[in-house]
């Protein structure tokens, strides 16, 4: 089910008046990263309702991948007019000797400014209706944005819509009962992956530049993984606007979605709360002189000089780590899942040759990369019992929704069987979980050992067809779930930072990616890191 109104629908969006419509090219933001769209914004090459449009437009083309729950074009084209005049009054007619500065305090005071997006549809947008991905509940539509829906805005964003989610972001593959699946657009036959899987195919379709997400056992990874995009977790507590406690019981934190690095790192620096600021002049003159987006005739009569805009501290260490690279760093290469011995993890070929590739991407740039020698005493890597101790807790989270008999009847299966889980377990059962889960959060940091960096495969397979998970027996899905995706929860638990980074692409034209885990506080390096992988 859409969500209709006077603002349109996820397959019929409003049409944009002929006014707004100026440059038809403009239809797939995969032309130009997020990072070079915002320069051409800010610098007059392209307006913010033709960005606004193109997105609008390319969702409209791409309605068959389900990325969205709902499209709000009338709101987004007003929001990216009013951009438009800020922009214009900030620097329009403004003398060329101020010009420059007056561009920099912009870039760092509205750091996104005139670029469009989209919230998966668990975070609150004002006036845009939220259903958690379940037809039990009652859309609301709420008259104010989250916390982290206002910062993003407040960054000079303008939010399209709303991305198809699973209900209550539980699964990782996007699919519910109240619209069409969300699709993978390397094959539409095949899950973008979730819960962000919606949000992942609209940035891999080229209808967002990059999109924020949150993972609480992968979200963000998952389906960056499945579509061929970078995808951040960061660590417990590391965004001002999720929830601060620390402990394993708080598994979900916010992150970018992006093509690049690059823009994982704008992203991350917005989310993140991170002050920007302008290059000095030494590091201005090393940046890449303006490039001309593609089929495009430059609007500004200026010579084409390189244009020093705001960064944040991730920005800057991805610029730094590209122009000068990094100092070595010690990595570790696990191959064991948490999930083994209780579970038989086989990843595919493809899964290793990624994971070969990542080896040969970091051994090439002179890090150290080794596999893991130290174990936690009984032979393995991981703690033992994480399977059923994750299930435990992953689920435990059901134990207070309140649900009536019929909403419980629109509850999918797998959310009934979560939810049957969860009530039938003893509570001495529960708390020792916890417990367990707890300890490995707590020896997080020593489980890492001397190692820097450790990197994973990302995917234990390819991802399924659509409707594949949901066929099977729920119990079963579960299992298939934590097959599909080996390695990711389990960075939740321990609170830990860790990227997706594509890597691999097979003949098929999937993408294949590896995972970097980093210690507390290691966003910037992990994006760094990343960013140095995808320059082959």
Known sequence: MSTTGR??????????????TTDTELTDFRAATAAEWREAFLTGDVSAVELTTSALTAQAVSSSLGAFLHVDADLALTRAAELDQVRAAVLDRVPAASRASRLADLSARDPLLGLPTAFKDLVDVAGMPTTLGTAALDAAVPPRDADLARRVHRAGTVSIGKTQVPEFGL???????LAAPSRNPLDPARTSGGSTGGGAAAVAAGILPMAPGNDGGGSVRIPAAACGLVGLKPGRGRMPDDPQEDRVTNLAVSGPIARTAEDAALLFDVMAGARFTAPTVGEAGGRRRRRRLRGRRRRTDDDGAAVALAEGPAMRAVRRALTEGLAP?????VT???FSPELDILPEEEAIRALEAGVAGLSGRGHAVQGTAHDTGAGRFWPSGYHEDFRTLWTSRLAGLELGDEARERLRPLTRHFLELAAERPAEQTARSVTAMQRLADDAEALLGPWDVLMTPMLGMRPPEVGWFAGLDPAEDYVQQCRFTPWSSVVNVMG???????????VDGMSWSVQLIGRRGGEEQLLALAATLQQD
């Open 496 to 506: 830990l930072p860790a990227i997706n980074v594509p890597v691999h692409a097979d």
């Open 171 to 177: 699964p990782c593959y996007s699919e519910n009962d």
């Open 7 to 20: 603002h349109g629908t996820a397959d019929h969006p409003t049409d944009a008046t002929p006014a707004s």
């Open 329 to 333: 760093l010690q990595v570790g290469v």
């Open 336 to 338: 064991e899942s948490p």
